[in-house]
């Protein structure tokens, strides 16, 4: 019976060995301790969460977006849904007085008191569960950016051991993901992006398990009963289901998850067929149409769908959500009031499709998405000029918003290896990177080219794990399998080690404008990238 090789050849078949079993073949054997596959990227880690939980109160102030999501996250907690807060309601709350902030409507004109947001409310309970812990104040309102930042070094250090089978090489991706300046800087900020930078990770690793589970199942089966041209039915597939919650919680922060949700969904997909093709099944296509399929639109289009509405309960469950026509509603009984109810939310999201499809406004640090990878445009998300405070006459206190440049070009080369290696060897993981990462980028050009949209550096933060797991792909090739000579493989460990330590000091020379710190001008001024282009 022939068999496809979809296995992890690149990095654990050695060359002229004897053919593996089916089984190594689709689900190749984690070699190490799993002790130390998950001590290894734990203590990495808790070194990102020191880095982005040390001073996370600073700079103390409101920061570039934070005061609107700070203020609406505090809304969420208080009033259930967001509400309009008076003027100069940031100086009221850093000056202690969070009770004072909100603007008064009469009981017949509560409806003024509502606030037009124009993202989901996921992110912003999120930003709530850490005001409601620690307070209304800047360490508390940036606590769960904080608290996702680590756990997303946490799963891109166990994804990168699964998909490498090594946890060495998932330790230095979990590394590179705590080093990088932009996934830093958002981990201690108030805003959206670091959060739908996490959900859509976070689906990302459960299909990566899923995968190798469904693969387990259909190998046991090939195994143990009888043959057929189709194949088994999967079973529900826990992981996938998973999947969907995750990257439906990503669409429940901000709108461009969606393009993770249904280009993953494809991916998964077409993992299935592989699978049953590497099995040797006669109808492997319509095997995963009858068979996957069924599963794959239950954990990929109902349970996201049920996870975004769920977001929504705030909305829907009080009088004083923008666009809400309780009283109206109420008032021609049960069943009106739940058809008017979904027709007031579903009329809400097209004004703010209408938004966003509008957004033209310019601004000193929009760019466009083309300029991204090369760091052209950095936001500062906070500046302040301050004198005599750091031994010189002059001093800066600085947030700069962007990625670690060791890092961003050197996985532009690594993507490029994707490319060819994905064009030469068809393997998947090249594929689910190079997939995952155009689905962070491309979207954006349309808005850039149809709509002029305003946009920002930091738009791209979903597509950071992705350029970090084409890095860590890129260094297990340069190490090679560990058949491979120990030459070679000192020679790579040397320029992967090499490379991570070049990491480590491009981040260390340009912490002190990522963390708030007090520094001469002098050292601000030298730390800032493409001057010409943004000071």
Not at 386 to 408: F, H, M, Y
Request: proline share 5%; with cysteine.
């Amino acid at each position: 019976m022939a068999v496809t090789d979809f296995s992890h050849k690149a990095f654990s078949e050695p060359e002229g060995e004897p053919e593996r079993s089916l089984r190594d073949r689709l689900i190749p054997a984690m070699p190490g301790s799993a002790l130390w596959g998950w001590v290894g990227p734990l203590l990495v880690a808790l070194f990102g969460a020191v880095l982005r939980f040390v001073d996370l109160g600073r700079p103390k102030a409101v920061v570039f977006d934070e005061t609107y999501y700070m203020k609406d996250a505090y809304s969420l907690l208080t009033w259930g849904v967001e509400r309009v807060t008076v003027k100069d309601a940031d100086k009221l709350i850093l000056a202690g007085d969070s009770g004072g902030i909100w603007k008064q409507c009469a009981a017949d004109k509560i409806g003024e008191c509502a606030s037009y947001v124009v993202h989901p409310p996921l992110g912003k309970w999120m930003i709530a569960a850490g005001e409601w812990m620690f307070g209304l104040n800047p360490f508390g309102w940036r606590a769960a950016a904080a608290l996702v930042g680590a756990l997303s070094i946490l799963i891109i250090a166990r994804v990168a051991r699964r998909m490498t089978r090594s946890t060495l090489l998932g330790c230095f991706a979990g590394l590179m993901l705590a080093l990088d300046g932009l996934a830093f800087v958002l981990s201690r900020t108030a805003l959206l992006d670091i959060f739908l930078m996490f959900w859509v990770l976070a689906g990302f690793a459960c299909l990566i398990v899923d995968r190798d589970r469904a693969r387990s199942r259909l190998v046991d089966w090939y195994e143990t009963s009888t043959l057929s041209a189709r194949g088994p039915y999967l079973g529900a597939r826990p992981w996938r289901l998973a999947a969907g919650l995750c990257l439906g919680a990503a669409c429940a922060v901000k709108w461009s998850g969606i393009f993770f949700l249904v280009a993953f969904a494809i991916m998964s997909l077409v993992w299935d067929m592989g699978a049953r093709k590497a099995v040797g099944l006669r109808k492997p296509y319509a095997g995963a149409f009858e068979k996957d399929v069924p599963t794959g639109l239950l954990a990929m289009a109902l349970v996201p769908a049920i996870t975004y509405v769920a977001s929504w309960t705030g909305w829907f469950a009080t009088a004083t959500g923008y666009g809400r026509n309780w009283t109206e509603a109420t008032s021609q009984g049960p069943a009106y009031f739940v058809v008017n109810s979904i027709g007031s939310w579903i009329d809400y999201h097209l004004q703010v499709l209408g938004f966003h499809n509008q957004l033209d406004s310019t601004h000193p640090y929009l760019s466009e998405p083309w300029s991204w990878p090369l760091l052209l445009r950095p936001v500062a998300f906070f500046y302040e000029g301050r004198q005599n405070v750091c031994g010189v006459k002059d001093c800066s206190e600085a947030v700069l918003g962007v990625g670690t440049p060791v890092i961003w070009y050197g996985a532009l080369a690594a993507l490029i290896a994707m490319v060819a290696w994905y064009v030469s060897t068809r393997d998947w993981r090249a594929g689910a990177v190079l997939l995952a990462y155009l689905m962070g980028w491309l979207p954006w050009f349309y808005w850039a080219i149809a709509d002029n949209r305003t946009m920002f550096l930091f738009y791209a933060a979903p597509m950071v794990p992705f350029m970090v797991l084409a890095l860590t792909l890129a260094a297990g090739l340069i190490i090679g399998p560990s058949t491979a000579s120990p030459s070679r493989r000192m020679v790579g460990a040397a320029i992967t080690g090499a490379f991570a330590l070049l990491a480590l000091i491009n981040f260390g020379w340009l912490y002190p404008v990522l963390a708030g710190e007090v520094i001469p001008y002098v050292d601000w001024n030298a730390r800032m990238l493409f001057k010409s282009r943004w000071i």
